[in-house]
């Protein structure tokens, strides 16, 4: 507080900045930490990878990789580059649909080199829980994950990550919990708004999704669509789907109408899928994968959605979450979902971290799921 005559006030207003200024250095020890390297090129090109890296888009990503590559080049002692390297490297195969296990090595290598120069840092230990993720080392995935949060809970693509992958392994309340410390501390991440979206969803609470999703399409995240989808899916119809994909190419995003045509006539499977296989020869790509695994989960049989959903897996890990959904249900309740949990290791998973929300033992061998 401070009590002075108004007689210049720029004088006055210079001695309360001067006042503020020292108080904050005293604080907050400003300029006590060292700069994460000395070369300012280096640097520059870290800040505009790391912005590439949270647009999470092809380009973006390819750019990001090639900007960290210069920086951790024009000093190799800088962890910080090594560790984003790390992370893009183990995000872009699901953007690329490349398999994994071609990218897992070197997000791996990077890790390793940044936490040799800084055993605790955040950003390469999530990336090595990552890699864990995707290559389907669940146990050690989570617990890794779970360290990185517990020591920097602000941390929003940790608790991202471990949200993702909670879901993917049955948690839903968990994963629900995560997803939204992580939107506490980062509101305006396009990604983080569309993941909290869909495991809104998946979690109950429907009331959610819509304004969420909307926001992170706001913010550039086209994938938010998926959210949309499979809200209306399970609480709407096509005609509330529809003004979200408007316009858009029907090899990317219109199939989705579809999907309410063969949830009201499952009888419609054949010809849905004969059209997909039309659309993946006109230009579709990997998207076909996706609309096969949603058709067979809308209206196949619980081995046929499994299957794909397997194959998507080598370059997709989150399509597991898909597993949990309402539309998942009839799926669950199968044989084959029996075998898709050993397959995946989930088994001992539950029985040693606790059984996931829709699933409990029979004995001491087997389970079942809701």
């Known amino acids: 507080t401070y009590d002075r005559e108004l007689e210049d006030i720029f004088v006055i207003q ?16 400003l300029g006590a930490n060292a700069p994460p390297t000395a070369d300012l090129d280096s640097y520059t090109l870290f800040l505009q990878g790391r912005e590439l890296l949270r647009k999470r888009d092809v380009e973006s990503l390819l750019n990001a990789r090639q ?10 002692a800088f962890a ?3 560790a984003l390297r790390a992370m893009v490297e183990i995000v872009l195969p699901g953007y690329i649909k490349e398999p994994y296990e071609n990218y897992e090595p070197a997000a791996r290598d990077y890790a390793r080199r940044a936490l040799a120069l800084d055993p605790a840092h955040p950003e390469a230990l999530l990336a090595l829980g990552q890699a864990n993720t995707v290559m389907g080392a669940s146990a050690e995935a989570l617990s890794s994950l779970e360290a990185v949060v517990a020591t920097h809970p602000t941390h929003s693509t940790g608790q991202l990550w471990l949200a993702i992958s909670l879901l993917e392994a049955g948690y839903v309340e968990k994963a629900f919990e995560h997803i939204s410390l ?6 305006v991440h396009g990604t983080i708004l569309d993941w909290y979206a869909r495991i809104a969803q998946t979690a109950g609470r429907p009331e959610l999704v819509v304004p969420t999703a909307e926001r992170a399409l706001q913010l550039g995240r086209p994938q938010a669509r998926v959210a949309l ?3 209306f899916l399970e609480e709407g119809d096509r005609e509330d789907l529809a003004p979200y994909v408007e316009g ?3 090899l990317v995003w219109g199939w ?12 419609m499977l054949d010809t ?9 020869a006109a230009g579709a790509g990997f998207f076909a994968e996706y609309m096969r695994g949603n058709f067979f989960q809308v209206a196949g049989t619980p081995q046929q959605m499994f299957d794909q959903f397997t194959l998507i897996q080598a370059v997709d890990d989150t399509i597991k979450t898909s597993v949990w959904t309402n539309l998942g249900q009839r799926h669950r309740q199968s044989p084959a979902m029996k075998t898709w949990v050993a397959d995946m290791g989930y088994q001992a998973l539950w029985r040693e971290r606790g059984w996931p929300d829709l699933c409990r033992p029979v004995g001491d061998d087997d389970f079942e799921c809701d």
């Open 229 to 231: 989808h499979q809200h």
């Open 67 to 76: 900007k960290l590559e210069e920086a951790t080049d024009r000093d190799p």
């Open 80 to 82: 910080d580059a090594w």
């Open 256 to 267: 989705m109408l579809r999907s309410f045509d063969l949830r009201d006539d499952p009888s």
């Open 248 to 250: 858009e190419s029907e």
């Open 272 to 280: 849905t899928l004969a059209w997909v296989d039309e659309a993946e």
């Open 182 to 187: 992580a939107r506490e501390s980062d509101p």
């Open 14 to 29: 210079d001695e309360i900045a001067g006042h503020i200024v020292e108080a904050l250095k005293l604080t907050l020890d």
